[in-house]
């Protein structure tokens, strides 16, 4: 939860528990205050019912699941996906409050040790943390001391933390669909996840596969202007002379090549053409071979 997130950002500049819990409630209830203003604003123009719900912890949660209810993660409702994510969340705030009340309770009783270390010429000091003298009433609180944050809130913030980024995922791929990988590591990565919220709240909600088919469509429609600007603009791809050399013809007579036929360039020696259509004109004196075989 982003609470404790920004509490243990204060732990490392402030040893004090309350300052660190007093940082940590003030940070969270800014960027809180901006992702129930980003969530109502969607519920309302999307139409929305429970718009209340942006403005209640844990509660809100389950609502980000509502707000991004025309998307599924791999079959999984998004409003499921929410109530999941939301009973993790309740449970690890639970989880962290009676670990910090033990933790407060056994104060008295923690000693530190330290250990020093040499390894290749390099020394290095290591401070660990125990109890003693712990009374048995306070026996519970030991118990969470040693092993509730080790084994418990571990597992928990994991599951959490799963279902976090597919109910981040689900939102972004929701309202702003080119840069949802983006803004979902951020807001894994960093508590900020209501501001970027609230950077998106302005958009309209999308079904990403209907998205999905819309940019290929887009993209195909693109590559088609693209190809036909090419054809008209290449010489190349048609005839310049806006006809077909082997079929076109002035003349309307035809042949077996599909224009007319040629003129018998042997014409005027006699004979007959390639078509068998032009004679010469002039007598016929014979061959002068005629009177050698006379």
């Known amino acids: 939860m982003d609470f404790f997130e920004y509490a243990s950002v204060a732990a490392m500049f402030v040893n004090t528990l309350w300052v660190q819990l007093l940082v940590g409630a003030v940070s969270f209830a800014i960027v809180f205050v901006f ?24 509660a809100n949660t389950y609502y980000i699941g509502v707000c991004a209810q025309k ?28 670990y910090y009340v033990a933790c407060y309770l056994v104060i008295d009783y923690e000693i530190a040790t330290e250990t020093t270390t040499t390894v290749m010429g390099i020394s290095r000091t290591f401070t660990e943390y125990s ?15 040693n092993y509730m944050y080790r084994y418990i809130l ?29 803004f979902t590591v951020t807001s894994v990565l960093f508590p ?11 958009n309209k909600a999308l079904n990403y596969k209907e998205f999905l088919r819309s940019e290929q469509a887009r993209v195909y429609r693109m590559y088609q202007q693209q190809q036909q600007q090419n054809f008209n603009r290449n010489p190349y791809s048609r005839n310049p002379y806006n006809q077909n050399p082997y079929t ?22 006699g004979g007959s053409g390639c078509s068998g259509g032009n004679t010469d004109s002039r007598p016929d004196d014979g061959s002068p071979f005629d009177e050698l075989n006379n």
Request: hydrophobic letters at 50%; a negative charge.
């Open 131 to 145: 109890l003693e003298g712990v009374p048995e009433n306070l026996a519970w609180a030991a118990w969470m001391y």
């Open 248 to 269: 076109d013809s002035p003349n309307n007579d035809s042949t077996e090549y599909g224009g007319s036929a040629p003129e018998d360039p042997f014409g005027d020696l």
């Open 154 to 182: 571990r597992f928990v913030d994991l599951l959490f933390l799963l279902c976090q980024i597919c109910l981040l995922m689900t939102f972004f791929q929701t309202y702003s669909c080119r840069r949802y990988v983006l």
């Open 71 to 98: 998307n599924k993660f791999h079959n999984i409702d998004a409003r499921t996906l929410g109530l999941i994510t939301a009973v993790f969340e309740f449970l690890l705030f639970a989880f962290y409050i009676l």
């Open 35 to 58: 992702q129930a203003i980003a969530l109502y604003t969607i519920a309302r123009r999307e139409g929305y019912k429970n718009k209340w719900m942006a403005f209640i912890p844990f």
């Open 192 to 202: 900020i996840q209501g501001i970027l919220f609230f950077v998106v709240r302005n």
